[in-house]
């Protein structure tokens, strides 16, 4: 009330009631969360700004909108609240009431002035969010506002794909009859059926079929949703597509087949189907991998045991003459390693011995061109490296010729990056100067060298020792190897930092890491801060589970009782201090929707 103005009993009581309620709250984010409008009208009285923004860069709009309360929204609006605000990872209000599945909110904010194609957090839009839940109603009021079905995310993927993803049927057939394509391509041109054959919902994957989705489309790196189906353990969904027509050894551009896909994930109860069906047992990819490799790889005892019943060859070599014996010991996986030496029929020879040797290259094997990385690789990148057969030869420090003039003006670079080791020949004279010497750094504990013979080849050796070395040789350090780190959280779509710089939302793989000491962050709207202190070796794959816990939310407070029988008397605070309440953490809301799994595109046998 100001002074000298005159006003009603009633207003009076109104005053005093707006007033005392404002003290119940230690902020207006705890009084819209508590739905009290009352209490939202005393924080803006005394000057509150309604667009305040919380710890995540929300407003109290965005709490209104996910809550579904559409009094307090309306009445924010209406005090000029912006209706396009955005949290800190791009949601505006219309994102979180989609997410939540209040259509009668959603109709709302679009009524106000809210966008059916409003892009959010990595360009998703409404419609992505409706379709992923299946909220089949506001999928229907969105499209009917004019929503675009073909809205692609930052990544490339229409609401088709992850309606397919989450298995709703409904919403896959209804997207469908208003022209979405059943054979659209997204994120590394993902169809709609491999999300379905991924994640096993066979209904969906039918639908799509019937709708003309090819069952052979494959993926950039060449998968097919057979592959996929194989991979992830979805026996029902391999032999949906057996019945169609598929072939029992299906390959890809990447040349691997659904037993392959099966042996490198232990999925035995596939890799027994599979071989019922004609499997070939034996079958290899481009670099000479049999699913027997691919199975001993990983350690997959069961695995292992059942494609010996069936015939796999034990003493088969992939390109660089490593068996299934080696690839074991190699990956540390002893009980596999000493069991298929214990499987050597008698009379055969056992496994090559000089094969342990290769356990110590430093060199990481790398897979054939055009496989599908673990990586949590952008899209559109290239192929990942690949070896020539010098750098294979270099590798194991062997012998082998690179043509250089005999007037000692060209140089010889080897360069070793994180998973390739370079032979380039090229005019110059940083390391052979005009009299034929060279400069030489320092040595390291892993050196391969290169040696000019004038009017002959250079020759790269095994390590020498710097004393040995004739003058005109390059010494050049070779770099440890990568390391590779996956992080799986038991909540969907949080935001991973490795030592400080955002790498993707989970679940991911991180691939191409440097050995050492490294910082892993996870954080999520509504959940408590994850963090890890982790230590990765040259060449080691770990995988870190991450556990997110919720942010606990007070109960709201109670309102004290009125006097009964009594006219309204204006607030005034009792002698005692005032509770104290702890500052308001917004509740969890349902996780940002992302597919069930987000497994590796290539079998993990020929990652290494």
Known sequence: MNPGKSSSPDQDALTSEVEAASLLYADIFEAVQSNDIAAVKGFLSIGTDVNQHGDAGEIPLHWAASNGYKEITEFLLSRGADIRARTQEGNGPIHLAVLEGHRDMVELLL????????????????????????????????????????????????????????????????????GARADEKGENDWTPLHFAASNGHNEVADLLLSQGADPRSQTSYGSMPVHWAASEGHLPMVELFLDKG?????????????????????????????????????GTTKSAWTPLHSAASEGHKEMVKLLLDHGADLNAGINDGRTAVALARKKGHKEVADFLERSVPPGQPAPDPTEAALEQETLAEVEEPGQESVLAQPAGTSAPWQYTPAEKTAAKGE????????????????????VMLAVLVAAGNSFF????????????????????????????????APSKLPDNTAVIPAAPAPGLIRVVSNVSLARAYLDGK????????????????????????GFETWQKKI????????????????????????????????????????????????????????????PRKAAPELPMGELH
Request: glycine share 8%.
């Open 111 to 178: 009524s106000k002035g809210a966008r059916p194609d409003e892009k959010g957090e990595n360009d998703w839009t409404p419609l992505h969010f409706a379709a992923t839940c299946g909220y089949q109603d506001i999928v229907d009021l969105l499209l009917s506002r004019g929503a675009n079905f073909q809205a692609r995310t930052m990544q490339g993927s229409q609401p088709i794909h992850w309606a397919a993803s989450e298995g709703h049927k409904e919403t896959v057939d209804f997207l469908l009859s208003k």
């Open 246 to 282: 598929v072939g029992v050894d299906e390959r890809g551009s990447d040349d691997w087949t659904p037993l392959h896909r099966a042996a490198g994930r232990g999925r035995v109860e596939i890799a027994e189907f599979l071989l019922s069906r004609g499997a070939e047992v034996n």
């Open 399 to 418: 012998a082998f010729p690179v043509p250089v003039s005999s007037g000692g003006k060209n140089k010889v670079l080897f360069a070793l990056t994180v």
């Open 433 to 464: 100067k005009g009299s034929g010497k060279s400069e030489t750094s320092p040595p390291q504990p892993l050196q391969v060298t290169a040696t000019e013979v004038p009017g002959e080849k250079a020759v790269a050796n095994k390590q020498e």
């Open 502 to 525: 955002y790498v993707g939302k989970t679940d991911l793989t991180c691939a191409g890491i440097k050995p050492g000491a490294h910082s892993l962050k996870v954080t999520k709207e």
């Open 535 to 594: 230590s990765l070796k040259p060449g080691q794959e770990i995988e870190v589970a991450v556990n997110l816990t919720k942010v606990p939310v007070p109960p709201p407070p109670r309102a004290a009782p009125a006097p009964e029988a009594q006219p309204y008397k204006r607030y005034s605070p009792p002698p005692s201090p005032p509770r104290s309440y702890p500052r308001y953490q917004p509740p969890p809301r349902r996780p940002s929707p992302a």
